[in-house]
């Protein structure tokens, strides 16, 4: 079973540009969450999204967005970037049951803003 | 909103002594507890986790205690191994789901053989 698959791994980016991020789940699995790892901050959570509607948001601003598909799939964009949005962005998925709800990780797209 | 406080920073050990890092959280609704692990340049795996209706759960050499009265938690890692090395995280989520986790700031833990 393909784990959580996060795509592109790398990127680099400059000031005032905008960015798209791609988060494949584990395939049943119908919540996405987005979370950002900074050395200073540690994990600070983004926002999470089942069944194409955002459920919870953390305390970003609005440049930072979020969707997801009728498949599970979801996107993350941050427009206007600045330079302290470097950071290596993750996203979890999990299968949202009744009983069990592990996040699992994917490998993460490390964002360099120039 | 709910803040996770994570002590200590680092923990250096001995092989085959205990480790244990403590945090504690703000928002009484809070109630899922898990623990990660990240090895360097790796993704964060879930080692154990707890639910607030539990005081103490174990797995192996892994064992997670919770005090709800206090609002705190803890992670106790026995007869440590180099392999253990890594970086520490626990959290916490409000969420019915467990989702929407909110971290504590890591323990790089090292354990010297």
């Known amino acids: 079973k393909a784990g959580v698959t996060q795509t592109p791994r790398y990127l680099i980016k400059t000031r005032g540009q905008q960015v798209t991020l791609s988060c494949s789940p584990i395939?049943?699995?119908?919540?996405v969450s987005w979370y950002q790892q900074t050395p200073g901050q540690g994990l600070q959570f983004l926002f999470e999204?089942?069944?194409?509607?955002?459920?919870n948001k953390g305390n970003f601003p609005g440049r930072f967005s979020g969707r997801q598909f009728s498949n599970s799939r979801s996107e993350m964009n941050v427009s206007t970037l600045e330079l302290g949005d470097s950071a290596l962005y993750l996203c979890?998925?999990?299968?949202?049951?009744?009983?069990?709800?592990?996040?699992?990780f994917g490998a993460g797209t490390r964002l360099s803003v120039l | 909103g709910e803040n996770v406080e994570q002590h200590p920073s680092t923990l250096s050990v001995q092989e085959g002594d205990s480790a244990v890092i403590k945090c504690t959280y703000s928002?009484?609704?809070?109630?899922?507890f898990p623990w990660y692990k990240q090895e360097l340049g790796k993704r964060p795996q879930l080692i154990i986790d707890?639910?607030?209706?539990?005081g103490e759960k174990k797995d192996q050499r892994i064992a997670v205690t919770l005090n709800k009265t206090a609002k705190h938690f803890s992670l106790h890692i026995t007869e440590t191994q180099p392999e253990d090395s890594a970086v520490y995280f626990c959290?916490?989520?409000?969420?019915?789901?467990?989702?929407?986790?909110?971290f504590g700031k890591g323990t790089t833990l090292s354990v010297s053989s």
């Open positions: 928002d009484s609704a809070s109630n899922y």
């Open positions: 959290a916490a989520s409000r969420d019915q789901a467990g989702t929407a986790l909110i």
């Open positions: 979890a998925s999990s299968r949202d049951s009744a009983t069990k709800n592990i996040q699992y």
């Open positions: 999204y089942f069944s194409e509607t955002q459920r």
């Open positions: 707890i639910r607030s209706n539990v």
């Open positions: 395939s049943g699995h119908r919540s």
